[in-house]
């Protein structure tokens, strides 16, 4: 028997969230299962009958392959609906974002009770939402859906009120709710659901468990009041009247009750107090519904009231209901178990009343909005805002106002000007003051001008001529006397106004011989001195010049420079100059007798004189000039030198010289001569001219004990004693002053050398040393006993109710609290703590800190707090004032530049400026009074700023004029020399060859060089020379060489021997023939080795005759494996000629069995192993995963995950971490346990089920005496390859600063995982860590917390201020991984980012709030911006909340409170994006995509298992038929065959189930089956009771319908463009285009 229409068990109600083309799949079902219960009625053997059915079966059995729901048909409002709310109509409301469900609405329809429901259907344009009911209702056995249709309003973020939006049900107790057959699908018109309207006041509401408070609203403006009320029940029963109060003025959004004055309670709240959640207004009616957050019963007190509120004349009427408004409430008819009420106003409060504007603005209102409307320059919701750029017009100078808070402006100013109001002149940018390209440089609102060169004056603005054209020509001097004008000085010779023009006379000196210039015009004549003649003076009259005719000779000039003689009688020669011997006059000199010889003569001189007229003379024979036994020389004419006997010197020797002749120096002193005269350098301890006086102050060092030694007379000294001595070498000590032997206050009385203490109070013995602690310290306290057993130590008797060591403590946090300014108190047996609140400290909490408190120092000074409740501010250079508040120029910096002292003028500053200087800041200088650099009369003129002119006086030149010029006038320099001015003289440049003053003296060896051969030239006197010949050279000029001595002919070493004009060689061994060129290596250099014979056959040649065993021209080769064995290690050697090779012994390599491999001598890696061996004799191991050490020997406790070896980024300690894979250890966190700071942990315990390691502390902490070793539970869990997060597990330590570290005596041994992960408080959500590796930080991006996604203007408060706003941008669209907030919008630095970007890398949620780790990859400091920072954020609205802390985030962190050293902001939302990533697309699309291709898809991959699973259901079909037989559910699961490996196994159920017998889960792989696209029905749950036998299809395919993939691969049709939306197929398709045919 076929099933009928209710008991197919496809499953309909698994198509409740479908799209059109899907609702018409759902229609052709329902068409399948009608036409198999029609089949019912036909014969059983009828051929129709059983085509048909086979047919139907296999269109039906298509059918349900067929995907039968995909997401997205409804979405509820927002994600905030998730959670728990109060609801008007139900109490409460459970609502589940991501399954759309609701349970709370209870409907009793007919016999059934709903109460969780669905949607299945919205509309975002008119706010509908459909829900269907999750249970069926039953209709007398026939199965019904319910459905409600919501039309929802927002009221805030917390609250929504709502109506349902169909007719009243009258079997769902008239609840407007649409109850059908459950059979028929779900519409495609949401109309359907969606009909009648319900009145104004049928409105329900919800506000969201958690939020009451944020979801209040303003009362209607009937009920802004306070009144007194007369309350009517809906029994009848009245109460309050005048004595009563319903106040809505104190808060108008709460409703207050006084039940001190009327003790009924009204509007079903216990307390009296109602918060108003929304209203709404039909007509004159408000309909108010309130919420009660106290007491709630659910008989007298509940959790919503409903009034409807009207006014009457001066009274208001209200009626009230609990829950929603009852259907047509009036205010003037009690509800059922309601009641009404009538108010009389004693006070209103309605919105402009009191009037809420400020400065002057109008009020006026709408309901229960007002509006103020503002006076010019003020604003804000009530004129509170005040705008100062209207009001006062604050800035100047064209300057733009704007006003960004209240009472506050900024001018933003034009061009040139500054200052708050803009009031301030920049000359520099105003249009620059500077002239002829000068530049402006503004000195605070003035200006000073750098002139380019040639310009100066305040604005560049007087030229010099001198620096811009130098019209001064031929070297003159410029001068700017004024601003563009010139004058010049010119040099000797020139003038005109540019010197431009030559004076012959003085430059050119034409006039040669002494002739004198004359000046004419610029031109000359010459006046000549006698003897010369011509234009220029240069014909000489030798005869008148020269006057060469001698003796009366006459002269005669025949031509310029020439003349004759003519001789008179006696005299001869050229120029008559030789007079005839011995006959008119005696030639002879100095005595000498003249004897004629012809015309010629002879001289017979006297003694002393020779030559050929007596002229040559010699002091040494006629004077004996030299004295002292010296030797006198006659070196020429009437010149003399002497020869110095040792110990004198002179010209005569007439000298004596003391150092030589006997040292007069006494007592080691050295004699050092002075001239003529001598010094003694004396040894230390003795002065004097000979050294003569002795100081024992350095020789003998007497005085003692640090004294000073003076020394007054030779050999003599006093000592002068430092405190504490006396005596003559200050060696007595007194013992009062040196050794202060009385301690502790005691007075020291000299006695002689010995003294005696006189101790102050406390102390005694001889040195006052002994101390009696109880009159020193008096350290017992609160009335206790002092005793002194010994010296130092005491013991105090307490007083009753005292106790510790000194009797200090009481007992603490029991009749007192010592802890003040809110410190708690916290015993500890006898003692306590005080846990102080922030900003005071000490024992009991009484050091406060206003540095803490109220962070009163300014401009970054350093608050310090010397004492409670004192501070001080220590400023930063250039502020003062107690808080540091104002600026001093002179000390920010000072200004004033050259030694300028800063005078202080209020808090501006003028400038003192020393002589030579001046300008605003000093900055000009004036040389002509710093350095007087003009000289020689000059005149200094200071143009501009650092520089100088000197005009000088005749006759000086140069820069500072302090050049003469001699040159000119003297020319003194001969010889081609050249005349330099210096000073008031003049030196000469003499050419080489030339010296002294006016190069007047020749060097003949310099001008001439005459000596040859490397000779020395000496030149003794102006034009001669002597040359000193070079070895192996000889000859007035060293032209001539001999032999030996310049060279050496012999080679080889040979040595030479002269012989006369010729040589011969003394050869050294080895070397042979006339010049030593012979050689013999056998005796030079033996070359023959090991024992061989050596012959010499030619020179430099030799044979070696080898020794046996050896080979070679040297016989340097050993012939191998002979005389020795070279392989080594065992190898044996097998020469061959003169090579050899080596076998060589297992593990040995190399030519000579060198090189060791130990991985094959004695392989020394353990533990499985591999070995490498990467040079001789040495290996590398590499360990398989859990060993480690050089051969793999040790076993690891841990293995981490390959990636973590290396540095990493870690949140918890914002700072790098280091994981060491090869020794499972972790450096870097930080952890101090009581003052033992542990930074390196060793992995010892690893949990690879729970991803658990757990670290010790490389060193042990010890407390009280007792070590303890410090263990970190680590649970981590992987985001990418390179970022991880993870909690430490453990109970927060008070010893480890509270840090989640366990302490354990280190002598146990290790536990278990549970030992030391066991806490009796885990971490919350937020404390997580995350690590992230360095170098991969772009890699471990992360899409960011929802709520992130969108650009954003913020708010900023860091706990100081609040910043940002309107003008701020916080992006998270251009990158969903990545916050980028933009500092030229608002430069306030946020999230401890400087360059304003944050990568997210890794979200946890908790509730509604979202965690958010981000990590910082520019700058680190640590003090201002960190490597992490952690964001808690929630949506509210529009907006986004956001708390954000550095590090790791805080535990109990929120978005809205500002964390410690943190900060806090409020995003508003400018653009919302979605994840870059993408998402699916919309359901509809993808329906039809379905709907298009399920034809080819089924026939091209399911045709042989379609045809199959009709044949077998056909035989089927049959046999029941024929044999009515009823399988059990046993056979039923043995008849189901075993799926095989990697199939997808579908079942499907015709037929019926008897009644009672449910069909257990099917067995087999089904549960793992894959995804099946368009989402399969599920597969396993068991199947609801019907009446008769199912029958089973079971169908296996290879492989899932991959076909039925969603339309989004589908590509876009090629007319399309691709952003362009596809085409809606027909939508109006009924079943009946299905159709089924008998015949086909």
């Known amino acids: 028997m076929l099933r009928s229409p209710h008991e197919t068990d496809i499953d309909l109600m698994a198509l409740q969230n479908s799209t059109v083309v899907e609702r018409l799949l759902r229609d052709c079902v329902l068409t399948c299962r009608d036409r198999i219960t029609t089949l019912e009625s036909r014969p059983v053997g009828h051929s129709e009958h059983n085509m048909e059915a086979i047919r139907i079966y296999f269109y039906c059995f298509v059918l349900v392959l067929l995907p039968s729901e995909i997401d997205g048909a409804c979405t509820l409002p927002s994600s905030q609906w998730d959670g728990t709310w109060h609801d008007s109509l139900s109490d409460s409301l459970t609502m589940t974002y991501s399954t759309k469900n609701v349970i709370g609405w209870t409907i009793q329809a007919y016999s059934s009770t709903v109460t969780s429901w669905t949607c299945v259907m919205d509309d975002t344009t008119n706010n509908y939402l459909v829900f269907k009911g999750d249970q069926s209702v039953d209709l007398f056995g026939a199965l019904q859906n319910s459905y409600l249709c919501v039309k929802w309003y927002q009221v805030t973020d917390y609250s929504y009120y709502y109506y349902f939006m169909y007719k009243e049900e009258v079997n769902a107790a008239f609840f407007r709710v649409l109850v059908e057959d459950a059979a028929f699908p779900l519409s495609s018109s949401i109309s359907k659901y969606c009909t009648s309207g319900p009145g104004t006041e049928e409105f329900h509401m919800m506000v969201k468990s958690g939020h009451e408070a944020a979801s209040r609203q303003f009362v209607p403006v009937d009920l802004m009041g306070t009144f007194t009320y007369a309350y009517t029940s809906s029994s009848g029963a009245t109460s ?18 006084d039940y001190t004055k009327c003790a009924t309670n009204v509007a079903f709240t216990q307390e009296g107090t109602l918060n108003c959640v929304n209203y709404v207004t039909n007509s004159t009616v408000s309909y108010v519904s309130a919420l009660n957050t106290g007491s709630v019963d659910n008989t007298n007190y509940f959790r919503f009231t409903c009034f409807a509120v009207q006014m009457s004349g001066s009274t208001t009427e209200v009626s009230m209901s609990h829950g929603s408004c009852d259907k047509s409430q009036s205010p003037t008819v009690a509800p059922t178990a309601g009641g009404i009420a009538t108010l009389t106003p004693d006070v209103l409060c309605r919105p402009c009343d009191p009037d809420p504007c400020q400065n002057g603005g109008t009020c006026t209102y709408a309901g229960v909005v007002y509006t103020c409307t503002c006076q010019a320059g003020y604003g804000g919701t009530n004129c509170e805002l005040i705008d100062p750029c209207t009001l006062s017009a604050p800035c100047q100078n064209g300057a733009t106002c704007d006003n960004p808070s209240s009472n506050v402006y900024t001018c933003t100013c034009a061009t040139a000007y500054s200052g708050t109001d803009c009031e301030n002149t920049l000359p520099c940018e105003l249009g620059t003051p500077c002239q002829n390209g000068g530049t402006c440089q503004p000195v605070g609102f003035n200006y000073t001008c750098g002139c380019v060169a ?87 009259d030798s005869c008148i010049v020269d006057a060469p005719c001698q003796n009366g000779a006459t002269c005669a000039n025949p031509s310029s420079g020439s003349y004759t003689c003519s001789c008179a009688s006696g005299y001869s020669g050229g120029d008559c100059e030789s007079e005839l011997p011995c006959v008119l006059s005696n030639p002879c000199d100095n005595g000498g007798t003249c004897q004629p010889s012809g015309f010629t003569y002879t001289c017979a001189c006297a003694s002393g004189f020779s030559d050929t007229n007596c002229t040559w003379s010699d002091p040494c024979v006629w004077s004996s000039p030299c004295q002292n ?93 430092v405190n504490g001595f006396s005596g003559t070498d200050c060696d007595n000590e007194l013992p009062c002053i040196l050794d202060l032997p009385c301690q502790n206050g005691g007075t020291c009385q000299s006695s002689g050398f010995d003294y005696t203490c006189a101790c102050v109070s406390g102390y005694s013995d001889t040195n ?162 710093l350095t007087s650099p003009c000289q020689n009369g000059a005149t200094c003129i200071n143009p501009s700023s650092g520089t100088y002119t000197c005009t000088c006086v005749n006759g000086y030149s140069g820069s500072d004029c302090d050049n003469k010029l001699p040159c000119i006038i003297d020319l003194p320099c001969q010889n081609g020399g050249t005349c330099q001015p210096s000073g008031f003289d003049y030196t000469c440049a003499c050419v080489s060859g030339y010296s002294d003053t006016n190069c007047t003296y020749k060097d003949s060896c310099i001008v001439d060089t005459p000596c040859q051969n490397g000779a020395t030239c000496a030149n003794p006197s102006s034009d001669t020379y002597t040359c000193a010949c070079a070895s192996g050279y000889s000859g007035g000029d060293c032209e001539s060489e001999l032999p030996c001595v310049l060279s050496n ?64 021209t040297t016989c340097d080769s050993e012939i191998p494996c002979v005389l020795s064995n070279p392989c080594e290690n065992g190898g044996s050697c097998q020469s061959s000629g003169l090579s050899y090779q080596c076998t060589c012994a297992s593990g040995y390599s190399g030519d000579n069995c060198t090189y060791a491999n130990p991985c094959q001598i004695n392989n020394p890696c353990q533990n499985g192993a591999s070995c490498s061996n990467p040079s001789s004799g040495s290996h590398v191991c590499s360990c398989v995963v859990g060993y480690y050490g050089t051969n793999c020997e040790n076993k690891r406790a841990c293995i981490f995950p390959l990636t973590w070896d290396n540095k990493w980024w870690d949140s918890q300690h914002d700072s790098d971490v280091t994981f060491t894979f090869s020794s499972s250890q972790v450096s870097g966190w930080s952890v101090v346990v009581s003052s033992t700071t542990i930074t390196s942990w060793t992995c010892v315990i690893e949990d690879t089920a729970q991803d658990i390691f757990i670290f010790r502390g490389d060193v042990n902490v010890t407390l009280s005496g007792t070590t303890y070793s410090a263990f970190l539970c680590m649970r981590w869990t992987q985001i990418t390859d390179y970022t991880y997060y993870y909690y430490l597990h453990a109970d927060t330590n008070s010893n480890g600063n509270n840090f989640r570290v366990l302490l354990l005596d280190a002598t146990n041994a290790l536990g278990s995982v549970t030992t030391y992960c066991s806490t009796t408080s885990p971490p919350n959500t937020e404390e997580f860590h995350v690590l992230v590796k360095q170098g991969y930080e772009t890699n471990s991006k992360q899409t960011c917390a929802s709520p992130f996604l969108g650009a954003f203007t913020y708010e900023y408060n860091d706990g100081s201020s609040t910043t940002c706003g309107a003008g701020s941008e916080w992006d998270v669209c251009s990158d969903n991984s990545m916050m980028t907030f933009n500092y030229s919008m608002c430069s306030t630095k946020v999230a401890f980012t400087q360059e304003g970007q944050l990568y997210c890398v890794n979200t946890l949620t908790s509730g509604n709030i979202y965690y958010q780790s981000a990590i910082n990859t520019g700058t680190v400091d640590n003090t201002n911006y960190f490597r992490f920072s952690c964001f808690a954020v929630t949506s509210q609205g529009s907006n986004v909340l956001t708390s954000v802390q550095h590090g790791s985030c805080d535990r109990d962190q929120v978005a809205t409170s500002i964390p410690s050293g943190g900060a806090k902001a409020t995003l ?55 044999n009515k037989q009823v399988d059990t559910t046993d056979n039923l699961a043995q008849k189901m065959p075993t799926p095989k490996a990697q199939t997808a196994t579908h079942n499907i159920f015709f037929g019926k189930i008897p009644k009672k017998t449910a069909l257990p889960p099917l067995s087999g792989n089904v549960s793992t089956l894959p995804t099946l696209p368009g989402h399969l029905p599920p597969l396993t749950p068991a199947l609801p009771p019907s009446k008769v036998t199912s029958e089973i299809i079971h169908v296996t395919s290879q492989k899932p319908p991959t076909h039925l993939s969603p339309l989004t691969s589908l590509p876009t049709p090629p007319s399309m463009s691709p952003g362009a939306t596809p085409p809606h197929l027909v939508t109006d398709l009924t079943c009946t285009d299905i159709a089924f045919s008998d015949t086909n």
């Open 240 to 257: 309050c009247s005048s004595d009563s109060q319903w106040d809505v003025c104190n808060n108008r959004t709460i409703m207050t009750f």
């Open 454 to 540: 040639g310009y100066s004056g305040d604005n560049c603005e007087l030229s010099d001529p001198c620096i811009l054209t130098s019209p001064c020509q031929n070297g003159a001097t410029c001068i700017n006397p004024s601003s563009g004008t010139y004058t010049c000085t010119c040099v000797n010779g020139y003038s005109g106004t540019d010197c431009d023009n030559r004076l012959p006379c003085i430059i050119d000196l034409p006039c040669q011989n002494g002739g004198t210039c004359q000046p004419s015009g610029f031109d000359y004549t010459c006046a000549c001195v006698s003897g010369y003649s011509d234009t220029n003076c240069t014909y000489k």
């Open 629 to 721: 036994g010296a030797t006198c020389n006659n070196p020429s004419s009437n010149m003399y030198t002497c020869t110095c006997a040792s110990g004198y010197s002179g010209t005569d020797c007439e000298n004596e010289l003391p150092c030589e002749l006997g040292t007069p120096c006494q007592n080691g002193g050295t004699c050092q001569p002075v001239g003529f005269n001598y010094t003694c350098g004396c040894v230390v301890g003795y002065t004097g001219d000979n050294c003569e006086l002795s100081d024992p102050c350095i020789l003998t060092s007497p005085c003692k004990n640090g004294a000073t030694c003076i020394n007054p007379s030779s050999g003599t000294y006093t000592c002068t004693c």
């Open 768 to 929: 006052c040393t002994y101390k009696d602690p109880c009159i020193v310290d008096d350290p017992c306290q609160n009335g206790a006993t002092c005793a002194n057993p010994s010296s130092g130590s005491y013991t105090c008797s307490c007083a009753s109710g005292y106790s510790g060591g000194d009797c200090e403590s009481a007992l603490p946090c029991v009749l007192s609290n010592p802890c003040q300014n809110g410190g708690l108190c916290q015993p500890s047996g006898f003692t306590y703590t005080c846990a102080c609140a922030d900003g005071y400290s000490d024992t009991n909490c009484t050091w406060s800190d206003p540095c803490t408190l109220t962070s009163p120092c300014q401009n970054s000074a350093t608050c310090n707090n010397p004492s409670s409740h004192v501070y001080t501010c220590t400023c930063g250079t250039g502020y003062s004032g107690t808080n540091c508040e104002n600026t001093l120029p002179c000390e920010l910096g000072t200004p004033c530049q050259n030694g300028g002292t800063c005078q202080p003028v209020g808090f501006n500053y003028t400038c003192g400026c020393v002589a030579g200087y001046s300008g605003d800041n000093c900055e000009l200088s004036d040389p002509c009074v």
């Open 1049 to 1112: 002919p012999c080679q080889n070493g040979g040595t030479c021997q002269p012989s006369g004009f010729s040589y011969t060689c003394a050869c050294v061994n080895g070397y042979s023939d006339t010049n030593c060129t012979w050689s013999d290596p056998c005796i030079t250099t033996n070359p023959c080795l090991n024992g061989a014979t050596c012959s010499n056959p030619s020179s430099g040649s030799y044979s070696c005759a080898c020794s046996t065993g050896y080979s070679g």
């Open 1468 to 1522: 508003t939302a400018q653009v919302t994006c979605s994840q870059s990533t993408g998402s699916s697309t919309a359901g509809s699309e993808t329906s039809v995509a379905l709907g298009t291709v399920v034809g080819v898809a089924i026939g091209a991959l399911f045709l042989f298992a379609l045809l199959l699973a009709v044949a077998i259901l056909f035989k089927k079909f049959q046999d029941r038929k024929r």
